[in-house]
């Protein structure tokens, strides 16, 4: 039985790892428009880039890959006279579109994730597993999109695969 579904593997996307003091944080990215999201496990968006608040002082900033250098420049990273770090973690990941009729059903299978409206609505953002590997997964229009590790890409390719092939 195959899914109505499809996966994108995309190509390479800006990612920052932000940890520190909310008030620091929000300091740090205010010129890009953004703020920081009012609930745990959300995301806010502003012109294609999306702050996701993953934990207690933790935020990830997803952006496109044109703008990494920029970012790089203006959020000052390597300030250490600022309340918050910020690392580049864009080589460090890889990014998945499950989108489609029965995109929550891949996901059902993929992921002990509660997706129901109710619990992860539509500007979520969070941690949790995929297949067993730890991953970030964000509701979007129609899907979902995904985050893991880049040395796990080609198993996460291969098991989303046989879910939507029903060849597993």
């Not at 690392?87 to 990014?95: I, K």
């Not at 949790?128 to 590997?133: N, P, Q």
Request: proline share 4%; glycine share 8%; with cysteine.
């Amino acid at each position: 039985m195959g899914y109505q579904a499809t996966i994108k593997k995309l190509g390479f996307s800006a990612i920052f790892d932000i940890k520190g003091d909310a008030s620091a944080a929000s300091k740090r990215i205010s010129h890009l428009g953004l703020v920081l999201p009012s609930e745990v496990n959300t995301a806010t968006e502003k012109d294609g880039q999306y702050l996701c608040w993953v934990g207690e002082n933790h935020w990830l900033l997803l952006a496109p890959a044109e703008k990494e250098n920029q970012l790089l420049e203006t959020l000052a990273p390597h300030d250490p006279a600022m309340d918050c770090r910020i690392v580049l973690l864009s080589d460090a990941y890889t990014f998945f579109t499950v989108t489609g009729n029965q995109a929550d059903e891949i996901l059902a299978i993929a992921s002990p994730l509660d997706i129901r409206l109710i619990n992860f609505p539509k500007n979520a953002a969070t941690y949790s597993e995929l297949f067993g590997i730890g991953g970030l997964i964000m509701r979007r229009r129609n899907g979902y999109l995904i985050a893991v590790e880049r040395s796990y890409t080609d198993m996460i390719a291969i098991y989303f695969e046989k879910v939507v092939t029903g060849k597993g």
